[in-house]
């Protein structure tokens, strides 16, 4: 049986293994630090963590070999980066540049079982859940190839991070101890395809992390036909769960709404989508639609109507930011992740 990697822990849990094998807490946070600060690979790279401790962790713990990385740049500065890792799985991450910041994006899952049906990782199904460490992985791949401190962070690559709650939220709790990594909780932001009992669940924590929903239209029925769950989660249980979060936490909720051409970008669409969110604290994000390769049937949501669209949120009263999709010839695009699983 595969052993854990010592990476998978955050620090409490690692306190709690070291103490089970009898070590002091002086100790811990000097593992901790070289796992996430110095970026410790292996048993060789402990400096000061003594033979015996190295051993008994052995037993116990690896350190799974690097994931492959290959990267490739985009026309307009994205960058992608395709991990494979030991097993053969796959996943992706992105990093996109404006002035002033750099963006990361990462994978929680190789591929995703949700079958959202423009979705490339949709297409590819559920491979498997990411580890902690493989998602770790991908934030310490971006933050060296970004060539500047990262601003953001999103879960937003392939996989629902809500379906692998358990080892995203420990990632970030990893990511935010000032022990390792230090990356700010108000810095990340999760993105959830409205998966309603982890919405809930996020509220009542102390997490201090962003939450962005993607709705992908507001019309129920038409929502039926795109995502699977929205058979599981109803238009309007996520809008109270969203509801409950901003109650709970005082934060402001992004809703992601990636404009098809066509399909949900019509002056109707946008009063759907205002008199369902028009009375929350929140904020639109409009990205326009990349095609996936599988030659899915939508076409990109043209900029035109967007405008429209965003100015028919900004007239009732609800902040909508437009971007132009950034990546799309290297397919790093919305919904272009994960094709591979
Ligand atoms: S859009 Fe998100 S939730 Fe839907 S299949 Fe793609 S990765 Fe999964």
Redesign the pocket.
């Known amino acids: 049986m595969t052993k854990p990697d010592l990476r998978d822990f955050t620090r409490q849990e690692l306190a709690r293994a070291l103490v089970a094998l009898g070590e002091k807490g002086s100790r811990i946070d000097r593992v901790f630090g070289l796992l996430h600060k110095k970026g410790a690979a292996g048993y060789g790279e402990l400096p000061g963590i003594d033979e015996a401790l190295k051993q008994k962790l052995a037993e116990r713990y690896d350190f799974i070999p690097a994931p492959k990385v290959e990267k490739s740049v985009s026309a307009d500065g994205t960058i992608k980066l395709a991990f494979t890792f030991a097993d053969g799985a796959r996943a992706e991450s992105v990093i996109t540049f404006t002035k002033e910041a750099a963006a990361a994006c990462v994978?929680s899952?190789a591929?995703?079982?949700?079958?959202?049906v423009?979705?490339?990782?949709?297409?590819a199904g559920l491979k498997r859940d990411l580890k902690p460490s493989e998602i770790l992985a991908q934030f310490a791949a971006c933050r060296r190839e970004a060539g500047r401190p990262l601003d953001s962070l999103k879960f937003?690559?392939?996989?629902?991070p809500f379906?692998n709650w358990a080892d995203v939220k420990r990632s970030i709790l990893i990511l935010s101890d000032n022990k390792g990594y230090n990356f700010p909780q108000f810095r990340i932001t999760v993105?959830?395809?409205g998966v309603v009992p982890v919405i809930r669940e996020l509220a009542d924590s102390h997490l201090a992390i962003k939450l962005a929903v993607?709705l992908?239209t507001a019309d129920e029925e038409q929502r039926g036909a795109l995502?699977p769950?929205a058979k599981k989660y109803s238009l309007r249980q996520i809008i109270g769960a969203a509801r409950y979060y901003g109650d709970r936490t005082k934060r402001s909720v992004l809703f992601d709404y990636?404009v098809f051409d066509g399909v949900n970008d019509t002056p109707q669409d946008a009063a759907k989508l205002l008199a369902l969110i028009k009375d929350l604290n929140c904020k639109v994000d409009l990205t326009l639609y990349s095609p996936v390769p599988s030659g899915k049937p939508f076409t990109p949501g043209s900029f035109e109507k967007a405008k429209a669209f965003q100015a028919a949120m900004a007239e009732g009263g609800v902040r909508a930011h437009l971007r132009r999709e950034k990546g799309a010839d290297i397919a790093a695009g919305?919904?272009q992740?994960?094709a591979q699983g």
């Open positions: 994978s899952q591929g995703c079982a949700c079958g959202c423009f979705c490339a990782a949709g297409a937003a690559g392939s996989g629902e379906m993105s959830t395809v993607s992908i995502t769950v990636i919305y919904g992740l994960g």
